[in-house]
């Protein structure tokens, strides 16, 4: 992006003003955390309870921890930067916050995601690697890849500015960032949707050789894919960081009237549905799909204890009214 002559343009705000903020898209990332971290919770509550506990029950722990950090940093910068506000309201300042949250992000995505990845790799293992030497190994190597996979992506934003702290100054970021950053997110979230391809496709063969009716196995990998299905929203998430790194149209045609415009990314005030809420629904979908098959135990468990309750019931109200016409027989006689 190159300099814009701000004469004559409206100038940044100093003080800031949330009159006008829409908040939906910090509002959406609290309840898509809150509800995925309920789920997992719930799952380690019940496995713990019945003594299930598996190698990937304990891998989905620092997952989960790291999903919640996830969603506080998120809401944290969408609550302070000027996400949701017209562009004549937002502060310099609120500029900073928001280029801060979007390399915090880039820092943070590696680890998280591919927490969440181990967790569901040591899952397939538990279930498909005991007598498959092609699986045991396939997961032993996919696991050694997700950390070549963290540490290279958690070097990488390091080089994209000189000095690293020009990668959230709106200003100094035009000359002093490279587009190592830019291609480097693009690889990140290429290397991400295939990893969650793989795990998408994994199970397939194993789940067509299981010993059940068809109808039963159609079930099983509906439970599998859901648990991998992040890959479609990280495939929409790519697409989208494409085509905004190449297409700098504003959506707003008011958009050269600010200095704001000077150095800043005319899609901005889409970046809460185009960015934020994509990054969140990817782990939240992760974190709940990878749960449903402990869910699924939870709830035939509960349903089963229901059932003995209503027969119990059921019975103790049959002898009663048995024993009431005995009763009533008896005092007519």
């Known amino acids: ?46 496995r713990y309870s019945t003594k299930r506990l598996g190698i990937d029950d304990y891998a989905m722990i620092p997952a989960v921890m790291f999903y919640i950090a996830w969603t506080a940093m998120a809401a ?16 310099y300042g609120e500029f ?11 820092w943070m995505y590696p680890l998280m995601s591919a927490s969440i990845r181990v967790s569901i790799l040591l899952f397939y293992r538990r ?42 100054d709106p ?28 795990l998408l496709i ?7 050789r299981l010993q059940m009716p068809l109808k039963k196995r159609l079930g099983v990998f509906v439970i599998f894919i859901l648990g991998a299905a992040a890959g479609i929203v990280a495939a929409y998430k790519l697409r989208i960081f494409v085509y905004e790194t190449t297409h700098w149209e504003p959506t707003d045609p008011s958009w050269w ?16 549905k185009t960015f934020w809420i994509p990054s969140q629904v990817e782990p939240t979908v992760a974190m709940i799909g990878t749960s449903l098959p402990a869910l699924l135990q939870l709830y035939a468990s509960a349903s089963l204890q229901f059932s003995k309750i209503c ?23």
């Not at 900073?96 to 880039?106: C, M, N, Q, R, T």
């Not at 997700?146 to 540490?151: C, F, L, M, S």
């Not at 035009?174 to 949707?193: H, R």
């Open 1 to 46: 992006m190159s300099y814009i002559n701000t004469t004559n343009l409206i100038p940044i705000p100093l003080e800031i003003d949330n009159n006008h903020k829409d908040y939906s898209i910090a509002i959406a990332i609290i309840v898509l955390g809150i509800v995925a971290s309920l789920v997992v919770f719930v799952r380690l509550a019940y």
């Open 76 to 91: 944290y910068f969408n609550l302070h930067s000027g996400i949701g506000k017209p562009i004549e309201e937002i502060t």
């Open 96 to 106: 900073i916050i928001f280029f801060k949250g979007i390399f915090v992000a880039a």
């Open 127 to 168: 279930i498909f690697a005991k007598g498959y030497l092609f699986y045991s190994s396939t997961i032993w190597i996919l696991l050694a890849l997700q950390g070549a996979y963290v540490i290279a992506f958690e070097i990488i934003p390091g080089f994209s500015c000189h000095p690293i702290a020009d990668a959230w």
């Open 171 to 198: 200003v100094n970021r035009i000359t002093n960032c490279s587009d190592l950053y830019i291609n480097a997110t693009e690889a990140l979230y290429s290397t991400s949707l295939a990893f969650d391809v793989i």
């Open 202 to 208: 994994f199970p397939i063969y194993a789940i067509s």
């Open 257 to 272: 009237n600010f200095e704001a415009a000077a150095y800043n990314l005319p899609q901005y005030n889409d970046y809460g």
């Open 311 to 333: 027969s119990h019931h059921d019975r103790k109200r049959v002898q009663q009214w048995w024993l009431k016409c005995i009763r009533q027989r008896q005092s007519e006689i």
